[in-house]
């Protein structure tokens, strides 16, 4: 059984990553500070201490618009490659107009149960 010409290179170049792996994690636990003080231990995880230990709830109408604004994006990035694609005319027109109901309805319903309007 013969060897293959590519085994020797492959096997020096792995050897030579894993010994490369292992001198930098040994100089990473050799030259680490392991204090720790109790500005390190915040949930904030930077060294400054927070101003109040309080945490402001975050409005949802971020995330609602958020995931509005994800899905139409989805929705140009699915139709864009069908316009370069060259499908037929009528294909095109019947796919992009269902896409396009789809979206909007769902866009309608937000709208209508009010999870877009701004509320305080």
Do not use: R
């Amino acid at each position: 059984m013969e060897l293959n010409i590519w085994i020797i290179p492959l096997s020096l170049v792995t050897t030579l990553g894993v010994v490369i792996f292992l001198l930098a994690l040994l100089m990473l636990i050799f030259t680490s500070q392991n204090k720790k003080n109790s500005f390190d231990l915040t949930p904030y995880e930077c060294g400054v201490m927070p101003f109040s230990m309080n945490s402001f709830p975050t409005h949802i109408h971020f995330y609602v618009v958020s995931i509005v604004f994800l899905v139409f994006d989805v929705e140009i990035v699915a139709t864009l490659p069908v316009v370069f694609s060259g499908l037929k005319e009528a294909n095109w027109i019947v796919l992009w107009f269902s896409i396009s109901f789809i979206l909007t309805s769902g866009l309608m319903l937000e709208l209508y149960f009010g999870s877009l309007d701004w509320k305080y």
